[in-house]
């Protein structure tokens, strides 16, 4: 039989044994392991063989790294135990038996508690993977639901950023069974300034915001400004989502006339991503201000003229009128809508109509 050795390390740092995990191959696995190979070498970014077994979902695998006495708590580059490549991965019957089998003596690592580089948990790691039974199966084991990542984020918030809608409704659910405070942690702000009900309004989710208002009430942060300055409000108008700007503006706590970035209000990006369902509703809101400018100095309806959002355009002339819309406003460069109209020539009867 050909002798070679089994602890050489290739030039991204990978011994034999981990190409092998890499490859799913539990049988040569197994015979690298009797020949010598060291179960705990770390190759590429400090990955092991137990870090690329869990990744892969390979329970088989995984199985016979511990069986061969495999650390489960040494971290990769990015402070990642397997058991957090598990959980990023959604890999939940590894996730249940390395919980089975992570060292339980009292000076041992505690594994759902550990943080990666990013301050991130297993459960953090879980709600971007989107799995609510493999986030049910770490709440079940201890996880806390409250932890922030280093950007601030709690699981919640990255559930929602992530559009893991299901799991971000079991995480409320465990909060409100919960002792610690409901409403600061719903209303928690984490990346960009932004808490649950931002990322909500982004993605236009009716249904969670309508659990969220259940769960908390008049304690929801509507009006809550991100880092740029935008409210749910304004995020929603932003994002097209003129069911979650319904839904905000119904709770009658919101300013409609907001400045958020760019100092433009829910109108000036309802008319920009041309929902006019969007713009008939807000200038329907008793107090709405059609012709605020924003930093550029653009007022809705100048801003529909240079964007040929000509719909929007008559929409606002017809319910507010040409008086009221500021019609004659200039823009940085002194055009006005009609001069912005005047270069689509079909469209100019539009503005035209309204100063006879």
Request: glycine fraction near 8%.
């Amino acid at each position: 039989m050909v002798s070679c050795r089994v602890v050489w390390q290739d030039v991204d740092g990978d011994t034999p044994l981990i190409v092998a995990c890499n490859m799913e191959d539990e049988q040569l696995a197994a015979h690298l392991l009797t020949s010598g190979c060291r179960v705990d070498a770390a190759g590429y970014e400090a990955n092991t063989a137990l870090h690329r077994a869990a990744e892969s979902g390979n329970v088989a695998l995984v199985r016979l790294l511990v069986d061969h006495d495999a650390d489960t708590t040494l971290t990769n580059a990015a402070g990642n135990t397997p058991l957090m490549i598990a959980c990023d991965s959604g890999h939940v019957d590894v996730v249940r038996y390395l919980l089975q089998h992570s060292p339980t003596a009292a000076d041992s690592p505690r594994p759902l508690q550990c943080a990666n580089a990013d301050g991130r948990t297993c459960l953090h790691l879980a709600a971007v993977a989107g799995s609510v039974e493999l986030a049910d199966l770490l709440l079940e084991a201890g996880v806390s639901a409250y932890e922030v990542d280093a950007a601030g984020n709690t699981a919640l918030v990255l559930a929602v950023w992530s559009r893991n809608f299901d799991l971000a409704s079991a995480l409320l659910r465990t909060a409100a069974a919960g002792s610690c405070g409901l409403a600061d942690y719903v209303n928690l702000p984490g990346e960009l300034g932004r808490g649950v009900i931002h990322w909500a309004a982004v993605h236009g989710v009716v249904p969670l915001l309508d659990e969220l208002w259940a769960a908390v009430g008049g304690w929801l942060a509507v009006d809550g400004r991100d880092t740029a300055g935008d409210t749910p409000l304004v995020l929603a108008a932003r994002a097209g989502h003129a069911p979650a700007l319904r839904w905000l503006l119904d709770r009658g706590l919101c300013a409609v006339n907001w400045r958020g970035d760019g100092g433009r209000t829910a109108l000036h990006w309802a008319v920009l991503v041309a929902d006019r369902d969007a713009v008939e509703y807000l200038l329907a809101i008793d107090g709405v201000a059609p012709a605020l400018g924003d930093q550029d100095g653009c007022t809705p309806l100048l801003l529909a003229a240079a964007h040929h959002r000509y719909a929007e355009m008559r929409t606002i002339l017809r319910t507010v009128g040409g008086s009221d819309a500021d019609v004659d406003r200039q823009d940085a460069d002194g055009r006005t809508a009609l001069h912005w109209v005047c270069k689509v020539k079909r469209h100019h009867h539009a503005l035209y109509s309204t100063r006879k």
